[in-house]
């Protein structure tokens, strides 16, 4: 398996315009994270998925960020409209299960830019 | 106050000596504790993990906890350079959710 993909792996965009970020789990894992890493807040849970439906989401910053998860093969992050603090590094993770004993597998991540 | 905290470094040590990495936490309900290592422009991965007081040690890491005192190690020993890297330490109730320390960044120089 190819571990989990995301893309694209850099996005540069100036405030107010939509970002949509992407990630493919691990092919058979059923949970599903996503994560924002910043030097100031370090990484943080934005939204987690179990059998492609969201479980908690009290870690979205704001009604500016959305997710989804179609099928069990694809997820979406949406920021819309961007702001400069969004800057971060957004990472996708899949585990088998969503026992805390599952290891989360993260994606290499995407780097965000809001100028 | 952040959930756990750990100190972001850098920590820098000659190649072969033992590295010590900690953090401290304030939630007693934590049971798991784990450390990632991510590598630059890497996702983490998992190192290692502990359930409860304890020890546990695979090869030249040992995860140390004191839940007495609400404080966990990671410890190197033989440190080489390919072990540059950020380390965070992550706690967990027994549910989904992770917390995560902000990370240290190591280097250990040849």
Same mark, same amino acid.
């Given at each position: 398996?190819?571990?989990?993909?995301?893309?694209?792996?850099? #996005?540069?965009? #100036?405030?107010?315009?939509?970002?949509? /970020?992407? =990630?493919?789990?691990?092919?058979?894992?059923?949970?599903?994270?996503?994560? *924002?890493?910043?030097?100031?807040?370090?990484?943080?849970?934005?939204?987690?998925?179990?059998?492609?439906?969201?479980?908690?989401?009290?870690?979205?910053?704001?009604?500016?960020?959305?997710?989804?998860?179609?099928?069990?093969?694809?997820?979406?992050?949406?920021?819309?409209?961007?702001?400069?603090?969004?800057?971060?590094?957004?990472?996708?993770?899949?585990?088998?299960?969503?026992?805390?004993?599952?290891?989360?597998?993260?994606?290499?991540?995407? *780097?965000?830019?809001?100028? | 106050?952040?959930?756990?905290?750990?100190?972001?470094?850098? /920590?820098?040590?000659? #190649?072969?000596?033992?590295?010590? /990495?900690?953090?401290?936490?304030?939630?007693?309900?934590?049971?798991?504790?784990?450390?990632?290592?991510?590598?630059?422009?890497?996702?983490? #991965?998992?190192?290692?993990?502990?359930?409860?007081?304890?020890?546990?040690?695979?090869? *030249?890491?040992?995860?140390?906890?004191?839940?007495?005192?609400?404080?966990?190690?990671?410890?190197?020993?033989?440190?080489?350079?390919?072990?540059?890297?950020?380390?965070?330490?992550? =706690?967990?109730?027994?549910?989904?959710?992770?917390?995560?320390?902000?990370?240290? *960044?190591?280097?250990?120089?040849?």
């Amino acid at each position: 398996d190819a571990g989990v993909i995301q893309s694209p792996r850099h #996005e540069v965009t #100036e405030m107010g315009q939509e970002v949509t /970020l992407r =990630c493919k789990p691990i092919s058979g894992h059923n949970s599903l994270f996503w994560y *924002r890493q910043t030097m100031m807040r370090g990484l943080e849970l934005l939204i987690y998925f179990n059998n492609n439906v969201p479980i908690d989401d009290s870690g979205m910053p704001e009604d500016r960020f959305s997710a989804k998860m179609p099928n069990a093969s694809f997820s979406t992050l949406k920021i819309q409209p961007s702001e400069p603090r969004d800057s971060a590094v957004y990472f996708c993770a899949s585990s088998e299960t969503s026992g805390v004993l599952d290891e989360q597998f993260f994606g290499p991540g995407t *780097r965000l830019t809001v100028l | 106050q952040k959930e756990v905290e750990q100190d972001p470094g850098p /920590l820098s040590v000659p #190649e072969g000596a033992i590295v010590s /990495l900690n953090c401290t936490y304030s939630n007693s309900a934590f049971q798991y504790f784990m450390w990632y290592r991510q590598y630059s422009r890497k996702g983490p #991965e998992l190192l290692m993990y502990t359930y409860s007081s304890g020890n546990k040690e695979d090869g *030249r890491f040992t995860a140390q906890v004191d839940k007495s005192s609400k404080y966990i190690s990671l410890f190197i020993r033989d440190s080489q350079p390919s072990d540059s890297a950020t380390y965070l330490c992550a =706690c967990n109730t027994g549910g989904f959710k992770t917390i995560f320390g902000a990370g240290t *960044r190591l280097f250990v120089k040849a």
